[in-house]
Structures are given as structure tokens and as C-alpha cells.
């Protein structure tokens, strides 16, 4: 090798030490990539425990259903819920108390979904609603 090119090479290695360094880095941070937590380090949320299906009547006013606090698990969840025939009976939520109210004969799935940066989670039950026996009914 000549004396040039010793030196040509010389100048090379700290471009190519420092560019190979850029790429294990690269790869380094590409392999952390995404955990599907949306960067935020928490976990998704998870269903802990079914809701059983109801039974209500249609005169008897709202129903607190179920603490979502406690069917779902994880981290800064907040909880949208919903039913599937808002005429029969309508869902709502309240610090994560889930209430539901009959409305009027029928059946409807309510269903409920919670949610935090990393995901969300979902779950169901079914309400059959009643209407009330008329006065003097035997």
C-alpha cells in the first residue's frame, strides 16, 4: 500500500467508525419501536370481569349497573358506554358508575369501552326490558 493511500484510509476510519455508530444506533431505536402503549410507558386496558345480563322494568327508573373501575383494569381510563336500542334503554356514566334506564319493552346490548393512551378494551351484556303488568291484572 502506498503512503497516500495509508493515509487516504487513515482519514476514512473515524467518518466510517463514526457513520456505523449512527447506524447501530438506528437500529438500537428501532428495535425499542412501538409496545402499543402510544409511547406512554402504561399498559392497555383489560376486561377483569363480565357484566351478567339484566332484566328490568320499564317504570322502575335507572339502574347503577356496575362500577367500571372494577370490570376494566389499567392506568387513566376514562369509559364511554352505549346501548344498541336507546328506545328500550339508555346507558350512561358517572365516575365510572355505569346506570342504565328502561325505557320501554324490549332487549338491547349495552356495551362499554375503556380507554387510556396505550388502547382500549371493550365489553357487552344484554338488558330485556318489561313493561309493567297494567293495574288489576290477575
Not at 447501530?24 to 399498559?43: E, F, I, P, Q
Not at 358517572?94 to 328502561?102: E, F, K, Q, R, Y
Amino acid at each position: 500500500m502506498t503512503h497516500s493511500a495509508v493515509q487516504y484510509t487513515r482519514s476514512l476510519l473515524p467518518r466510517v467508525g463514526t457513520l456505523l455508530l449512527g447506524l447501530a444506533l438506528v437500529v438500537s431505536l428501532s428495535a425499542c419501536g412501538d409496545d402499543d402503549d402510544g409511547g406512554s410507558g402504561m399498559n392497555a386496558p383489560t376486561v377483569e370481569q363480565s357484566i351478567s345480563d339484566q332484566s328490568a322494568t320499564a317504570d322502575q327508573g335507572a339502574v347503577e349497573v356496575a362500577d367500571l373501575n372494577s370490570v376494566f383494569s389499567g392506568e387513566n381510563l376514562s369509559f364511554q358506554v352505549s346501548s344498541s336500542d336507546s328506545e328500550v334503554a339508555s346507558a350512561s356514566v358517572d365516575a365510572g358508575t355505569l346506570t342504565v334506564t328502561p325505557q320501554d319493552g324490549g332487549t338491547a346490548t349495552i356495551s362499554a369501552v375503556a380507554t387510556n393512551d396505550a388502547g382500549e378494551a371493550s365489553t357487552s351484556f344484554g338488558i330485556t326490558v318489561n313493561l309493567p303488568e297494567a293495574p288489576g291484572s290477575p
